[in-house]
């Protein structure tokens, strides 16, 4: 390797550029009179193909497109752990200049070792590996330089058929001189630096590695520039036969190989004779690490999932999904949630001790933080897989179908909240009274509906309690659930303005389903969605978007968009104020007392007539919650809870 810094970074001179097309005619010549003397027989063969590699010398482009190497995405939760990776090959970008000295060293040693010297070919290599190959009976292997080489890995990797990747990787003298061609042009307009970089980005290591950077990771736990020369040679040893050569799963002969390159680097006079046997004499020293791609190996597989689809639904990462997809498995982004790992713990290790994965029932939490939409955990009791005998499923049941394919369950009585604030909005107050027996039929002409209009049935609505009987205030009212104390609320309310309420606070019921019965929760709704609602009370009416990205950066770290909250008030603080005070009592002294929580909150809960659901949304200032438990088997069939096994117990009455 030469010392002078021009000679090793420089572009190429132009006398070398013009010898570049003399090498050419060169090679060429040599490669007919070689054929002719060793191949006679198919002499006029060899002629007429030599006219089709000239005719398609004329026809390429001057020069070849280098694009942007694939890398891989990582995903970070608020403290800046990371929570998964997404790749379509796994390959992390670096600088020459954060390439251990070692591995420039071997692998320039043992794949081209005057390559700071020639131009785009090596004549004397060229012409030795021509030799060797026609004695071998014409194969056309060995003797290409590391720019040809970086082409060649440069043109499979560009392909985009099946034709394109088949060109690339022929052993053919035409592909040969086409890639020659290319590689002149790289000479002509780049340096051997970038030249050599780009080749180390590119080069497949095995294993499923690809770039130096993924390989010292993968194989040693180190950063590139951090390579020993031990590992550096092993490295350098594996990109002639990356599957050949694989450590994982041939040691001995990743061994043979990386005493190969010792020799080769001794043999220079890279290093010494001394050292090479002394480096020889040791391990390969491993520290393999796994390279898990994608959310099924994540810590928090369903915020995962959540994110990705969030993120494919946006515009300013592409202006199509498959831009959009691309992007996200190889743009090397780096993507900065909202998850809180505590929290994300917490939630795991409580919906795993309350319903199993393969109970005949699903369970599920989210996590929201008032006033800012942040999304701190997601959790359900099946775990993400393809084993459906596992109970494993890849639906998210925390959060809206739009990003998670499940349909979602009826929440019950936890939509009587939005009636609540309605009324204390129309300053209904709160000592209000109303006679709520266990049993009432209200006509559904009774409720009024948008425009002053009222609901266009005159149809029975029957209604029942389970939880008791009398006269209730909006407190009293609250605190025990009563079914027939709300109908009635909702009959001063009327429906326009809970509905629009819940709309606001994301809740949307479908056109279909806003009947009179609708507080009950005959709504389908997913945890996520209960969570940012309740959590709008906890922030005094200011209603936040779930938000599970803060930033999304490019691979170099610059911000590609930036996710700031989406809040708007949609309440007066007081009327927020007041359903908080209501819903403190369900904790201190209703439903929500047995959790014996030791700060300021509050919360519902919320059943289904039937038994299929039970819910409770709570809440601190600084954090809500909404967990649910479904009855329900493998096969899609909502199923009631009572008669279940859930989490080791048997459920006698939902």
């Known amino acids: 390797m030469p010392s002078s810094p021009e000679r090793r970074s420089g572009r190429p001179q132009t006398g070398r550029i013009a010898s570049h097309l003399a090498v050419m005619g060169a090679v060429a010549v040599v490669m007919g ?104 009976g014409g194969s056309v292997q060995g003797g290409s330089s590391i720019t040809q080489q970086m082409v060649k890995q440069t043109l499979l990797y560009q392909a985009e058929t099946e034709e394109e990747r088949k060109a690339a990787t022929e052993e053919t003298y035409a592909r040969k001189i086409r890639e020659l061609r290319y590689a002149i042009a790289f000479e002509k307009n780049h340096t051997k630096d970038w030249i050599l970089e780009r080749y180390l980005n590119i080069a497949y290591f095995g294993d499923g590695a690809y770039g130096i950077q993924a390989a010292a990771k993968h194989y040693f736990n180190v950063n590139a520039h951090d390579l020993t020369l031990q590992q550096a040679a092993m490295l350098a040893g594996l990109v002639k ?120 029932a699903i369970g599920a939490l989210a996590m929201i933080e008032p006033g800012t939409g942040d999304v701190k955990a997601l959790a359900q009791s099946r775990p993400m897989g393809s ?62 509906v948008c425009d002053g209009q009222y609901y266009p049935s005159t149809q029975p609505y029957p209604v029942h309690n389970s939880t008791g009987y009398g006269t209730y205030d909006l407190y009293s009212g609250t605190q025990n659930s009563v079914n027939t104390f709300f109908a009635q609320l909702e009959t001063r309310t009327g429906m326009c303005e809970p509905l629009a309420l819940a709309k606001a606070m994301g809740v949307t019921v479908p056109k279909a389903q806003q009947v009179p019965s609708w507080i009950l929760g005959v709504s389908d709704v997913d945890p996520l969605t209960m969570a940012q609602a309740y959590a709008t009370f906890a922030a005094r009416g200011l209603h936040c978007d779930p938000r599970p990205v803060t930033a999304v950066l490019d691979s170099d770290g610059q911000p590609l968009k930036e996710f700031a909250p989406q809040c708007e008030q949609v309440m007066p603080g007081a009327t927020a104020d007041a359903v908080n005070s209501i819903l403190r009592g369900v904790m201190e002294g209703g439903f929500g007392s047995a959790l014996q929580i030791d700060k300021p909150s509050a919360g519902k809960t919320g059943t289904t007539n039937d038994g299929r659901s039970v819910w409770f949304v709570g809440y601190t200032p600084k954090l809500a919650a909404a967990a649910m438990i479904a009855g329900a088997n493998g096969e899609g069939q909502w199923l009631e809870l009572e008669g279940q096994n859930i989490g080791g117990r048997y459920i006698y009455s939902a």
Do not use: W
Request: glycine share 6%; with cysteine; net charge positive.
């Open 33 to 136: 009179v070689l054929t002719a003397c060793l191949a006679i027989p198919f002499a006029g063969i060899v002629g007429v193909a030599a006219k089709d590699v000239s005719k398609g010398m004329v026809n390429l482009p001057e020069s070849l497109e280098a694009k942007d190497l694939s890398q891989k995405t990582r995903i970070y939760d608020v403290n800046g752990n990371l929570i998964a990776s997404l790749y379509d090959q796994n390959r992390i970008n670096v600088p020459l200049s954060s390439i251990s000295r070692p591995m420039v060293k071997a692998i320039v040693a043992i794949e081209d070792y005057r390559f700071y010297d020639h131009g785009a070919i090596d004549l004397k290599g060229t012409l030795r590996a021509f030799i060797t190959n026609q004695a071998n």
């Open 241 to 360: 036969n990356p599957t050949g050569y694989d450590p994982t799963n041939s040691p001995d002969r990743a061994l043979e190989r990386r005493n190969v390159v010792l020799d080769r680097m001794a043999q220079l006079h890279v290093i010494s004779e001394n050292k090479a046997e002394r480096i020889k004499k040791t391990a390969l020293g491993l520290d393999v690490q796994p390279s898990p791609n994608g959310c099924v190996n994540s810590s928090a597989p369903f915020f995962c999932s959540y994110v990705v689809s969030y993120l494919m639904q946006d515009p300013a990462l592409g202006r199509t999904a498959r831009d959009r997809k691309r992007l996200l498995y190889s743009g090397g982004l780096t993507i900065q949630t909202t998850l809180n790992a505590r929290d994300q713990k917490a939630s795991d290790t409580a919906v795993a001790d309350h319903v199993y994965p393969t109970d005949r």
């Open 387 to 448: 084993d459906a005998a596992q109970g494993q499923t890849f639906l998210n049941f925390t959060v809206p179908k739009k990003y998670g394919d499940a349909s979602g369950f009826q929440p019950g009585s936890t939509f009587k909240a939005f009636v609540l604030a309605s009324a204390i909005n129309q300053g209904i107050p709160l000592t209000t009274q109303i006679n709520s027996p266990d049993t009432i039929t209200v006509n559904q002409g009774d409720f009024k």
